[in-house]
């Protein structure tokens, strides 16, 4: 019998305030990526950017001082890590775990729980939510997910249409605002076929379905290509782990 994870009631009143004061002020200045990547509150994290390219990611995003971030499935942390000192003080960064996915990651979500409000992240919070919402106290500058969209589809999920995610985000999101999608590429052509065995999804799939709920697509980047996966072998064989290719795709909202 699974365990119930406790509702991660941390979204600190101060800080949302604050988020949500930013929503009507004029763009920050850009996030110096250079600095984030060296703060010494995510030195356990430095070993891991050559290989995750975290703040070229960032980067490519174009996140800025005082933006608010929906970290969708935060996972250990490494991106709110980035996020909460890229966007700094002015900024927010909402961790969101939709439940079917907490009650698999009950590890996760205590961890996060514990880095969300500490004294290096303040400007953190965390919450769990049904599958089928996405929300948070104020309007975001940026919804980011990472190698997580593929599990919408399926059955441990709800499972949850992902037109139901992609309006979620859409709502979320202020105009002009940017959702960004990492995933693990599967075979051209596979649609959701891989989702469940693979961990995988084909790229065009989540394009066509991320810009029938409005976004517009803007680019892509190729930090985390590998043309040395042939999208056959699931993610977390050893032979794989850690370098699948992975596309990195940059919708915006109109407006």
Same mark, same amino acid.
Not at 57 to 76: K, S
């Given at each position: 019998? /699974?365990? @119930?994870?406790?509702?991660?009631?941390?979204?600190?009143?101060?800080?949302?305030?604050?988020?949500?004061?930013?929503?009507?002020?004029? #763009?920050? $200045?850009?996030?110096?990526? &250079?600095?984030?990547?060296?703060?010494?509150?995510?030195?356990?994290?430095? =070993?891991?950017?050559?290989? /995750?390219?975290?703040?070229?990611?960032?980067?490519?995003?174009?996140?800025?001082?005082?933006?608010?971030?929906? *970290?969708?499935?935060?996972?250990?942390?490494?991106? +709110?890590? !980035?996020?909460?000192?890229?966007?700094? #003080?002015?900024?927010?960064?909402?961790?969101?775990?939709?439940? #079917?996915?907490?009650?698999?990651?009950?590890?996760?979500?205590?961890?996060?729980? $514990?880095?969300?409000?500490?004294? %290096?992240?303040?400007?953190?919070?965390?919450?769990?939510?049904?599958?089928?919402?996405?929300?948070?106290?104020?309007?975001?500058? !940026?919804?980011?997910?990472?190698?997580?969209?593929? *599990?919408?589809?399926?059955?441990?999920?709800?499972?949850?249409?992902? =037109?139901?995610?992609? $309006?979620?985000?859409? %709502?979320?999101? @202020?105009?002009?605002?940017?959702? !960004?999608?990492? %995933?693990?590429?599967?075979?051209?052509?596979?649609?959701?076929? %891989? +989702?469940?065995?693979?961990?995988?999804? *084909? #790229? =065009?799939?989540? @394009?066509?379905?991320?810009?029938? =709920?409005?976004?517009?697509?803007?680019?892509?980047? @190729?930090?985390?290509?590998?043309?040395?996966?042939?999208?056959?072998?699931?993610?977390? *064989?050893?032979?794989?782990?850690? &370098?699948?290719?992975?596309?990195?795709? &940059?919708? $915006?909202?109109?407006?």
């Amino acid at each position: 019998m /699974r365990p @119930k994870p406790q509702l991660l009631a941390i979204l600190l009143t101060g800080a949302a305030i604050m988020a949500a004061c930013s929503a009507s002020s004029p #763009p920050g $200045k850009p996030a110096d990526m &250079k600095a984030v990547a060296a703060d010494p509150a995510r030195a356990a994290d430095v =070993a891991s950017d050559a290989r /995750r390219h975290g703040p070229e990611i960032l980067a490519f995003a174009g996140l800025r001082q005082g933006d608010v971030v929906i *970290d969708l499935i935060p996972g250990g942390g490494y991106w +709110t890590r !980035l996020f909460a000192k890229a966007v700094g #003080p002015a900024g927010h960064v909402y961790g969101i775990w939709p439940k #079917p996915y907490a009650m698999e990651a009950k590890t996760d979500v205590e961890t996060y729980g $514990k880095l969300a409000g500490s004294a %290096d992240f303040p400007n953190v919070s965390a919450a769990i939510e049904p599958a089928t919402e996405l929300a948070a106290p104020a309007k975001a500058d !940026l919804v980011f997910t990472a190698q997580n969209y593929h *599990d919408y589809p399926d059955k441990f999920m709800g499972p949850v249409d992902p =037109a139901v995610l992609n $309006k979620a985000a859409f %709502d979320a999101l @202020k105009p002009g605002g940017i959702y !960004l999608i990492i %995933d693990h590429a599967a075979a051209s052509g596979s649609g959701l076929r %891989d +989702t469940d065995t693979l961990h995988r999804i *084909d #790229p =065009a799939i989540v @394009k066509q379905q991320v810009t029938a =709920a409005g976004f517009t697509f803007v680019g892509e980047s @190729k930090l985390l290509a590998n043309l040395a996966d042939d999208h056959s072998i699931i993610v977390f *064989d050893k032979a794989i782990r850690g &370098k699948t290719d992975q596309f990195i795709y &940059k919708f $915006k909202k109109p407006g």
